[in-house]
């Protein structure tokens, strides 16, 4: 007889600032998460990121998303963007608001492992 209410595998593609990656990998091991690591590179800024690959079951999703929330934190930097109407290319520091996480929640329909 199968399981009529069959616990659904996920997988968590988080997206992290490097200065953020080694404090949400530890917070995630330490709860008993298995965390892959990717180096990425973010498109806009061109700054080091870390795409953490997180496989659980659905139960524990809340508890994986709550060590994310309090391990990765967002931070003001500023960039130097030229002021258009000056005569010259006066660069003028403007503030930007980067870090946190991105996550997307996958649902796993097969996993193998060979």
């Given amino acids: 007889m199968q399981d009529q209410n069959p616990k659904r595998s996920l997988l968590i593609l988080a997206i992290v600032q490097a200065q953020d990656m080694e404090s949400a990998q530890e917070v995630l091991n330490s709860q008993g998460f298995v965390v892959t690591n990717l180096p990425s ?8 990121n870390a ?10 999703m809340q508890m994986a998303l709550n060590s994310l929330h309090e391990s990765c934190r967002q931070r003001v930097e500023y ?9 010259l290319p006066l660069p003028t520091p403007t503030p930007i608001t980067i870090g946190g996480a991105t996550i997307f929640t996958l649902e796993i329909e097969h996993c193998e492992v060979i």
Wanted: hydrophobic fraction near 45%; aromatic fraction near 4%.
């Fill in 51 to 60: 795409t953490l690959l997180i496989g659980l079951d659905e139960s524990r």
């Fill in 79 to 87: 960039i130097a963007v030229p002021l258009e109407s000056a005569p």
């Fill in 41 to 48: 590179v973010g498109g806009f800024l061109g700054r080091k």
